[in-house]
């Protein structure tokens, strides 16, 4: 499974657009890149994920170059509800595969 | 809410115990998965089931042990417990609908204690 790299922690203020990058230089063909979001003391939640190029919902955005060994979630307008880690995961294209998670973004927003 | 239950929210216990875990998954979702959280360790994987039957195994200790049930709900055995078994465990369900890669859906977690 191919590793990720994220910063360790990020600060930022309400209102702001927040973009988290991830490295992942060993993606393979077949993988997915996938974000969650954990606040202290619950399950991650599944954010947004995708394969290329660039994904919108209503909560995020998630923009992958075409060589894909790098991806950037962004958050629009942050508040503080938005403070927890944020997982950035490379899953392969295989229903049923297990996460392999690293140790995230913590993410605090102040106002 | 994710529609993943967990059973007890909390557990206390003391070291040598035995523990049983409950999760109940999202309806219509086949597969479970148990992680386990802690501060030294991060989120990490132990042991995924599929329609009943074993599929995945992570890092789990052959102290602890899981099944999946008919009705599709699973349980997380820990015995021997240690103090360093101390964590949050959570349960995670997804369809598993064939060739694509699912959503994993957490449940709330249950923290366990050991002293």
């Known amino acids: 499974l191919a590793k990720t790299t994220q910063p360790i922690s990020m600060d930022s203020y309400e209102g702001q657009e927040v973009n988290i990058t991830c490295s992942h230089n060993?993606?393979?063909?077949?993988?997915?890149i996938t974000w969650y979001q954990q606040f202290p003391s619950q399950g991650p939640r599944f954010i947004i994920q995708?394969?290329?190029t660039k994904v919108t919902n209503e909560v995020a955005s998630l923009f992958i170059p075409a060589d894909r060994k790098s991806s950037t979630l962004s958050l629009p307008r942050v508040s503080l509800s938005d403070t927890a880690v944020y997982y950035c995961l490379v899953v392969p294209y295989q229903a049923g595969t297990a996460l392999i998670f690293g140790k995230g973004t913590t993410l605090s927003v102040s106002s | 809410d994710s529609g993943v239950t967990q059973t007890p929210k909390h557990l206390i216990t003391a070291t040598g115990q035995r523990v049983t875990l409950r999760c109940s998954p999202r309806?219509?979702?086949?597969?479970v998965y148990w992680y386990q959280q802690s501060l030294d360790q991060g989120l990490q994987f132990l042991i995924q089931?599929?329609?009943?039957?074993?599929?995945a195994k992570g890092n789990i200790l052959e102290r602890f042990s899981a099944q999946q049930f008919p009705d599709l709900h699973s349980e997380l055995n820990l015995s021997s417990l240690e103090l360093g078994d101390s964590a949050l465990y959570f349960c995670?369900?997804?369809?598993?609908?064939?060739?694509?890669?699912?959503?994993?859906?957490f449940g709330p977690g249950t923290r366990l204690t050991v002293l």
């Open positions: 995670a369900s997804s369809v598993v609908s064939g060739s694509f890669t699912d959503t994993q859906y």
């Open positions: 309806s219509g979702d086949l597969s």
């Open positions: 995708g394969y290329k």
């Open positions: 089931y599929y329609n009943g039957e074993e599929r």
């Open positions: 060993n993606i393979a063909t077949n993988d997915y």
